[in-house]
């Protein structure tokens, strides 16, 4: 059974910066790909980022390039740093792993992005 454990989660103040991991209990190698998708409060949940098993990136279009994605594949580990935080960025983060036919879901990690 795959498991995804997101953490580095918190209350943030505006302007600031904040970097979610997420563990795999199987290699990066093993999916897809990985990556990140968010679920603010009475919407749906959003995409965000992703890293292939190429080791390419895609970020949501929406976004404003505040936004990492990256890989440590000796830890089976993805990261999401943020930075310049916004209120609008407070939601659950999730981590999502892809394999043909079939998604994996974290528990999602909760940012809080206010003074």
């Known amino acids: 059974q795959v498991q995804l454990v997101e953490s580095g989660g918190g209350l943030v103040q505006p302007g600031g910066s904040l970097k979610l991991s997420c563990a795999a209990s199987?290699?990066?190698?093993?999916?897809?790909?990985m990556g990140w998708y968010r679920q603010a409060p009475g919407k749906g949940r959003d995409f965000v980022a992703d890293?292939?098993?190429?080791?390419?990136?895609r970020y949501s279009d929406s976004l404003e390039g505040r936004f990492i994605i990256s890989r440590d594949a000796a830890r089976n580990t993805i990261y999401l740093q943020i930075d310049s935080l916004k209120p609008d960025d407070s939601a659950v983060y999730y981590c999502?792993?892809?394999?043909?036919?079939?998604?994996?879901w974290g528990q999602g990690t909760q940012l809080t992005v206010s003074s």
């Open positions: 999502n792993a892809k394999i043909p036919y079939k998604d994996y």
């Open positions: 199987e290699s990066v190698f093993d999916f897809n790909s």
């Open positions: 890293v292939n098993r190429a080791g390419l990136a």
